[in-house]
């Protein structure tokens, strides 16, 4: 179990087949891929000053709720009218928790599993385990979907990357152990499960 001062990461406690299972990088060919981005730094934030406390610190906000914009290595997920999701390096986030908030942005602690999903099979995956048909969304306007999976509230920013799809989800950490077993089992049947290891900038 990998550990920090405020979350625990499922990854070590995950029944993983063989080392060599565990890549540095994505095979794009693989049916499923997963990665554990769990310990990436990241803050949530609300309230009706929260956009323009983020814009004050030259965060690229989304103009409409439930979406993301991405500058640089911050991505910043806009859910509802009010409330922010934010990844982005260390060095950002700590920064935006040491600032002064107005007396109208209210912290939000994010204590949130994140894992990353793609593969040729990813599709077939959400579809056994969330009752929304993602190849049917506009991935041009940078959806967020908050929606159940296994039972489970996730909220989930589905991508491209090189012409495939893959998927950003984070759930209530308490489910962490339980989400990443359940996509890697399912996975297997898919055709087989890859863990990676997550980069350690945000989302890109």
């Not at 981005?37 to 406390?53: D, I, M, Q, S, V």
């Not at 991935?139 to 090189?162: F, W």
């Not at 950003?168 to 990676?196: C, H, K, M, P, V």
Request: include cysteine; hydrophobic fraction near 40%.
């Amino acid at each position: 179990m990998r550990v920090d001062a405020d979350r625990w990461s499922p990854f070590h406690t995950a029944e993983i087949p063989s080392v060599g299972s565990v890549l540095s990088t994505i095979n794009q060919d693989a049916a499923i891929w997963i990665a554990d981005r769990t310990l990436h730094p990241r803050f949530g934030c609300k309230g009706r000053g929260a956009l323009e406390w983020l814009e004050n610190q030259d965060l690229t906000v989304p103009d409409r709720p439930n979406s993301w914009r991405m500058k640089a290595e911050t991505a910043i997920l806009r859910l509802g009218d009010s409330e922010f999701l934010v990844e982005s390096t260390a060095d950002v986030v700590n920064k935006a928790k040491s600032l002064p908030r107005e007396a109208s942005v209210y912290p939000v602690l994010r204590q949130d599993c994140a894992f990353e999903l793609g593969g040729t099979q990813a599709d077939n995956l959400l579809r056994q385990v969330c009752s929304l048909h993602f190849e049917a969304l506009n991935l041009t306007a940078q959806p967020i979907v908050l929606t159940s999976m296994i039972g489970v509230n996730v909220i989930i920013l589905p991508k491209q990357d090189q012409g495939q799809p893959h998927f950003l989800i984070w759930a209530d950490n308490t489910y962490g152990f339980y989400l990443w077993n359940t996509l890697l089992g399912i996975g297997n049947e898919l055709g087989g499960s890859q863990i990676r290891f997550s980069r350690d900038s945000a989302c890109q």
